[in-house]
């Protein structure tokens, strides 16, 4: 039932996207170019409903014709969609995946020469196919990390008195969520054995402690999944201890998160400081309140932007040079490690956003003029 419902709303979601930008009901415009098939994974986490439509306009200004698909968050619908995209005879896919089971999909494309690029997440366990474009995502748990070690001031707190922290992160099936939690552990960890921070809940060193990261990972970014797990904590291991802090992997999961502790009789005074990711309008909106700590704005729009020009780049046969963005080397380039081979992976500069900076992604113009308005 809630996955029909689910559905219903994506393809809603989908066709008023399609209309917004002049084309027909299939999807595809009317430009005589090379078609270009754009995979999303999912629209319960809203950024993803800007990317199809920013991917979209970049390529058909470009002179592409465009196929978009949104996929539910269900590999097996994004494998039909791609499939159709092959059919139909696209030239090259840009895809946001959901999990391994993409792998022979992946390999019917290379069959037919279809270039590929994994849009924003990792193609696992796949050697047929060269190129990644992405954020930072180490970088992004970095900075996590390290605003709530400012605000918890945890250079100054002791073993005596040591901070309270519960652990989420993303989903086990995206590459993604070990980044973020790894970049975030590489900040949180010192303070943790020094006694400075102590973990309520579960608790991973790493996410190569497959078992306990897999106690404080969010099935399919799923945030009534994670409002559970908090409402579950809260009467369970934090019943008799205040959090401090909770490390939340995006904005989406940060306000299930809050919403639970909003509604528990504790935290009326004081909420919990938590982080986020995404520089979603209603996070944004919760920062300006003193709601949620912070959030990590990645620009998408030129996420999207990039990873047209990489297509066009790849499509046209030449050597992809893209302007605001890094090809990974050194330690970076494990982020494109697929587990079957190293695709090029080319980056893009997160940035934390606090009350402080929240003119940032404003000025980017990342939000629409009436939400921009509404954070001054
Ligand atoms: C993206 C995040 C997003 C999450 C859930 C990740 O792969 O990098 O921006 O919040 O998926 O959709």
């Not at 494109?336 to 000025?363: A, F, Q, S």
């Amino acid at each position: 039932m809630k996955r029909s419902i689910a559905v219903l709303s994506t393809a809603a979601i989908a066709a008023a996207l399609l209309a917004g930008f002049g084309c027909n009901k299939s999807g595809s415009s009317s430009s005589s170019g090379a078609l270009i098939g754009i995979a999303i994974p999912e629209t319960h986490v809203t950024r993803w409903i800007k990317d199809g439509a920013t991917l979209k306009s970049e390529a058909e200004k470009r002179g592409y014709r465009t196929e978009v698909q949104f996929a539910d968050g269900d590999q097996s619908i994004q494998n039909r969609q791609i499939q159709s995209f092959l059919t139909l005879e696209s030239k090259l896919l840009v895809v946001g995946n959901i999990d391994e089971s993409i792998v022979p999909v992946i390999a019917e494309a290379a069959q037919k020469k279809v270039a590929v690029i994994a849009y924003d997440r990792l193609i696992l366990g796949s050697a047929d196919y060269d190129y990644y474009i992405t954020f930072n995502n180490s970088k992004v748990g970095v900075l996590q990390g390290q605003s709530l070690a400012e605000a918890l001031s945890l250079d100054e707190a002791t073993a005596k008195a040591p901070k309270l922290i519960a652990l989420f992160a993303g989903s086990m099936t995206d590459a993604n969520a070990f980044a973020f939690y790894d970049g975030a552990m590489s900040v949180l960890n010192p303070y943790i054995e020094k006694g400075a921070l102590k973990v309520i809940g579960p608790y991973a060193e790493t996410s190569a402690d497959r078992d306990n990261f897999s106690k404080l990972a969010t099935a399919g970014w799923d945030g009534d999944i994670a409002k559970e797990r908090m409402a579950a904590l809260l009467k369970a291991e934090a019943k008799n201890v205040t959090l401090d802090a909770v490390l939340a992997p995006n904005d989406h999961i940060a306000r299930k998160i809050i919403e639970v502790c909003k509604a528990n009789a504790k935290y009326s005074a004081k909420l919990p400081l938590v982080c986020g990711q995404d520089a979603e309008f209603e996070s944004s909106l919760f920062i300006k309140s003193g709601d949620q700590l912070s959030t990590i704005f990645k620009n998408t729009s030129k996420l999207a932007e990039a990873a047209i020009i990489l297509a066009d780049q790849i499509l046209k046969g030449q050597t992809p040079d893209i302007p605001g963005a890094i090809l990974a080397s050194g330690p970076l380039e494990k982020l494109g490690d697929t587990g079957k081979k190293v695709v090029k992976t080319y980056l893009l500069d997160p940035i934390l956003v606090t009350k402080d900076n929240l003119n940032v992604p404003v000025e980017a113009e990342f939000y629409t003029a009436a939400e921009s308005e509404a954070l001054k």
